[in-house]
């Protein structure tokens, strides 16, 4: 089969399902090609990918990639604080991201943000003095409630320096690394002392809000979540108070 026969069927078989598995791409194309061999169907199954056709939902279910991927707008703020470290920390991995980058998913809009610089192989201390020696205003490590409620609240564009938990999804943008929407999805449900603008109903309108909008792998998702010990936990938040369909989060 010729390659844009593939997508146009492929688009036209499955663009009112909201999801389907390997097995119904399996049945699909033996529609066509019954005795397609494992493969030349691991083949197609590699294009349809690579050319964005379908998205990895799940471990094994796909969706058609209607939905783009989270690609967030950087600022100098964030930019500037990234190429400082990076610079003199060039084997360090570190990456930073902006509370600000939730608003357009929030019913309530805060009027303050937090640019958190998260930084790997126990150098996240050392990071933070350095950034304290360059004159990083408004910069706080590892703070806790106390130091939250009372500083970190009241700023307009914090700095707080934290440790990076090991294998945790990071995406580049314009040359700066950035958390994956998976990895802070998981962050400001489990870390809800210093999100904690992001609690209580808020928290399901922006899962709500990322999932009808951007594409999400759960799978991604779940990994990291077990690796902090709260897969679980979030498995039945995303049940009880997410309209996201339970075969996705159960995958």
Same mark, same amino acid.
Request: proline content about 4%.
């Given at each position: 089969?010729?390659?844009?026969?593939?997508?146009?069927?492929?688009?036209?078989?499955?663009?009112?399902?909201?999801?389907?598995?390997?097995?119904?791409?399996?049945?699909?194309?033996?529609?066509?090609?019954?005795?397609?061999?494992?493969?030349?169907?691991?083949?197609?199954?590699?294009?349809?990918?690579?050319?964005?056709?379908?998205?990895?939902?799940?471990?094994?279910?796909?969706?058609?990639?209607? #939905?783009?991927?989270?690609?967030?707008?950087?600022? $100098?703020?964030?930019?500037? !604080? /990234?190429?400082?470290? %990076?610079?003199? @920390?060039?084997?360090?991995?570190?990456?930073?991201?902006?509370?600000?980058?939730?608003?357009?998913?929030?019913?309530?809009?805060?009027?303050?943000?937090?640019?958190?610089?998260?930084?790997?192989?126990?150098?996240?201390?050392?990071?933070?003095?350095?950034?304290?020696?360059?004159?990083?205003?408004?910069?706080?490590?590892?703070?806790?409630?106390?130091?939250?409620?009372?500083?970190?609240?009241?700023?307009?564009?914090?700095?707080?320096?934290?440790?990076?938990?090991?294998?945790?999804?990071?995406?580049?943008?314009?040359?700066?690394?950035?958390?994956?929407?998976? #990895?802070?999805?998981?962050?400001?449900?489990?870390? $809800?002392?210093?999100?904690? !603008? /992001?609690?209580?109903? %808020?928290?399901? @309108?922006?899962?709500?809000?990322?999932?009808?909008?951007?594409?999400?792998?759960?799978?991604?998702?779940?990994?990291?979540?077990?690796?902090?010990?709260?897969?679980?936990?979030?498995?039945?938040?995303?049940?009880?108070?997410?309209?996201?369909?339970?075969?996705?989060?159960?995958?």
């Amino acid at each position: 089969m010729k390659s844009d026969f593939i997508t146009g069927k492929v688009i036209d078989y499955f663009k009112d399902k909201p999801f389907f598995t390997r097995l119904d791409l399996l049945n699909f194309f033996q529609k066509y090609e019954p005795d397609i061999k494992k493969t030349t169907f691991e083949g197609r199954l590699y294009q349809l990918k690579a050319k964005r056709i379908i998205s990895p939902i799940g471990r094994k279910r796909f969706s058609l990639s209607y #939905k783009p991927r989270f690609l967030p707008v950087l600022e $100098n703020r964030q930019k500037d !604080v /990234f190429s400082r470290v %990076e610079k003199q @920390f060039p084997d360090v991995r570190c990456c930073i991201w902006s509370t600000k980058w939730m608003n357009d998913f929030m019913l309530h809009q805060p009027g303050r943000f937090i640019n958190v610089l998260e930084v790997g192989d126990e150098a996240a201390e050392i990071v933070f003095h350095f950034l304290q020696d360059n004159n990083i205003r408004n910069l706080y490590f590892q703070p806790g409630t106390k130091e939250i409620e009372k500083y970190i609240l009241e700023n307009y564009d914090s700095v707080v320096v934290k440790s990076l938990v090991t294998k945790s999804p990071l995406e580049t943008v314009t040359n700066v690394k950035v958390p994956a929407i998976e #990895k802070i999805l998981v962050d400001i449900f489990i870390d $809800n002392d210093l999100y904690i !603008v /992001f609690q209580g109903s %808020e928290l399901s @309108f922006i899962f709500n809000s990322v999932y009808n909008k951007y594409e999400i792998n759960f799978t991604k998702l779940f990994h990291y979540a077990k690796r902090r010990g709260k897969a679980g936990e979030l498995s039945s938040f995303l049940k009880s108070n997410t309209d996201i369909p339970n075969i996705i989060i159960n995958d």
